[in-house]
C-alpha cells in the first residue's frame, strides 16, 4: 500500500528565512508521481507541482525548489526568502501509476504541514 | 472561467437527516473527483467520474454514500443518514485528459459539513 509522510506538523519562520518541509514516501511502484499542494486558509487546494518517478532532476520555480531522491523516497520542498503569503498547508502527495498513467488524480495524501511565516 | 465552484460552502445538519452537495468543475473538464478531508488530515479519495462514468470508488464511500454526474457535467455527493463522523471537508477536483494531454487537477473550495 502506498503511504506519504509528512513528519513535520507546523513549522513557524521569520520572513525572509528559507525553510523546507519533508516528504518521504512508501510505494510498491517503480512508477509513479508525486505532487505538492498548497491549502491556503480558504480552502482549496492550489497545485504546485508534479513529478513522476523517472525524473530526479531538481526543479526550482521562482522561490521554490523541489528536491527528488529515490535513494531516500523523500521529495522534499523548499521556500526561499519565504512571505507571509506562504503561510499555508502544504501537502505532498503520491499516485500510483495505474491512475497517473491515465491521467487520474487518485491521489494519496500526507497529513500536511502548516507553515506560518512571521512578519 | 471561475475554477470549480462547489455548493453549499457550509453544511450543519442534525444526525440521522440526508445532505447533497454539488460540484461544478470547469466545464471543458471531462474528470471529476471527490475527496474528504477530516480536521488535521490531509484529503482522503472518495471516487471519481469520467463523463457521466464513475469509474473508481474507495472502500471510505460507505453505502450510505452515493455520487452522481448525471451528464458529465456537475456531480452530487448525497449522505444519507448522517453520522457525527461524517463531519468533514468535501473537496471536489476536475481535469483533463485525453490520454495524449492531461491537465492537472483543479480543486474547488469545499464544502465544510458539521453533523451534530
Known amino acids: 500500500a502506498q503511504k506519504v509522510t509528512q513528519a513535520q506538523t507546523e513549522i513557524s519562520v521569520v520572513e525572509k528565512e528559507d525553510v523546507t518541509l519533508d516528504c518521504v514516501y512508501e510505494t510498491r511502484d517503480t512508477t509513479y508521481y508525486l505532487f505538492w499542494y498548497k491549502q491556503p486558509p480558504s480552502g482549496e487546494l492550489v497545485f504546485l507541482i508534479r513529478r513522476n518517478s523517472f525524473d530526479e532532476q531538481n526543479e526550482i520555480s521562482g522561490r521554490y525548489s523541489w528536491n527528488f531522491q529515490k535513494s531516500t523516497s523523500s521529495f522534499n520542498f523548499t521556500i526561499t526568502a519565504s512571505q507571509v503569503v506562504d503561510s499555508a498547508v502544504y501537502f505532498c502527495?503520491?499516485?500510483?501509476?495505474?491512475?497517473?498513467?491515465?491521467?487520474?488524480?487518485?491521489?494519496?495524501f500526507g497529513k500536511g504541514t502548516k507553515l506560518s511565516v512571521i512578519p | 472561467d471561475t475554477g470549480v465552484s462547489q455548493n453549499p460552502r457550509h453544511k450543519i445538519t442534525k444526525r440521522g437527516q440526508n445532505v447533497t452537495f454539488r460540484c461544478d468543475p470547469i466545464?471543458?473538464?471531462?474528470?471529476l473527483y471527490w475527496y474528504r478531508q477530516t480536521l488535521g488530515q490531509g484529503p482522503e479519495f472518495l471516487t471519481y467520474?469520467?463523463?457521466?462514468?464513475?469509474?473508481?470508488k474507495s472502500r471510505l464511500l460507505s453505502d450510505r454514500f452515493s455520487a452522481e454526474r448525471p451528464k458529465g457535467s456537475f456531480s452530487t455527493l448525497e449522505i444519507q443518514r448522517t453520522e457525527q463522523g461524517d463531519s468533514a471537508m468535501y473537496l471536489c477536483a476536475s481535469s483533463f485528459t485525453t490520454g495524449l494531454r492531461n491537465t492537472e487537477a483543479f480543486f474547488g473550495q469545499g464544502t465544510r459539513l458539521t453533523v451534530v
Open positions: 502527495a503520491l499516485s500510483e501509476s495505474q491512475y497517473s498513467g491515465a491521467g487520474s488524480y487518485q491521489l494519496t
Open positions: 467520474f469520467q463523463n457521466e462514468a464513475q469509474l473508481e
Open positions: 466545464s471543458e473538464h471531462n474528470r
